[in-house]
């Protein structure tokens, strides 16, 4: 279970890096202004930021960082969702042992 955790969290990660590369030089992921991909894209990613992406990781992604807080920010995210707090250190999993087969 370790393992998985682990690797999901490797590609969780590598996918936020392509994110933080397609916002360089922008504030938003289309156009100039919040779109529904912003909220839709940001609120799917809600959990991750609340456990697995610590604040460590979001300020090595600069642009990832500061759209994330842009978009928890809206006042039509907030309305509905209410705050949304990010996570300043990753949770650890707690991963229970697999049982081995009885012998008979």
């Not at 894209?41 to 992604?61: E, H, I, N, P, Y």
């Amino acid at each position: 279970m370790q393992g998985a955790w682990n690797e999901a969290s490797k590609n969780l990660k590598a996918h936020i890096k392509m994110l933080n590369t397609a916002l360089e030089g922008k504030q938003w992921l289309v156009g100039n202004t919040v779109t529904l991909a912003d909220v839709i894209v940001s609120l799917s990613l809600a959990t991750s930021f609340q456990t697995t992406l610590d604040g460590g990781f979001r300020k090595a992604m600069k642009n990832v960082g500061t759209w994330v807080e842009a978009c928890y920010a809206l006042g039509a995210v907030t309305s509905v969702c209410g705050n949304i707090k990010l996570c300043a250190k990753a949770l650890k999993p707690t991963c229970i042992a697999e049982k081995k087969p009885e012998k008979k």
